[in-house]
């Protein structure tokens, strides 16, 4: 099982950036599919995630109105669009598979991607 996330970068505050996560090795529709974040120091927090059919979405509420997530099962693909970013975003994000629950504890996750760093600094 692979989580290939893509598309962190450096971007100024009220910049936006797009993550990518492409899964292979695992039935894609039948997981749930989210995104955790972690800062340097602190512990991994849930920032968002998607049903399996992609019809619910899930997220923090300091994110919440800024980021959006959604996912192409035809591409095996979670996304999420992030706009209006601030410092306080900056950290390692991970792109996460949850087989039975709702991808949004990370106890529960199935399976972990390697991570892709957003830093938000002017």
């Known amino acids: 099982v692979q989580l290939q996330a893509s598309g962190g970068g450096s971007v100024q505050p009220g910049g936006s950036l797009r993550l990518s996560c492409a899964a292979s090795?695992?039935?894609?529709?039948?997981?749930?599919m989210g995104w955790f974040r972690q800062a340097p120091g602190k512990v991994r927090e849930f920032v968002a995630a998607?049903?399996?059919?992609?019809?619910?979405?899930y997220y923090r509420d300091s994110v919440k109105g800024r980021f959006t997530i959604s996912r192409d099962n035809a591409k095996v693909t979670v996304y999420l669009q992030m706009n209006s970013l601030k410092s306080e975003d900056t950290a390692v994000y991970y792109c996460?598979?949850?087989?039975?629950?709702?991808?949004?504890?990370?106890?529960?996750?199935?399976?972990w991607g390697k991570g892709t760093l957003v830093t938000v600094s002017s």
């Open positions: 996460a598979a949850d087989r039975y629950t709702s991808a949004r504890h990370p106890r529960a996750i199935s399976y």
């Open positions: 090795g695992v039935t894609f529709r039948t997981y749930a």
């Open positions: 998607i049903s399996r059919g992609g019809g619910l979405q």
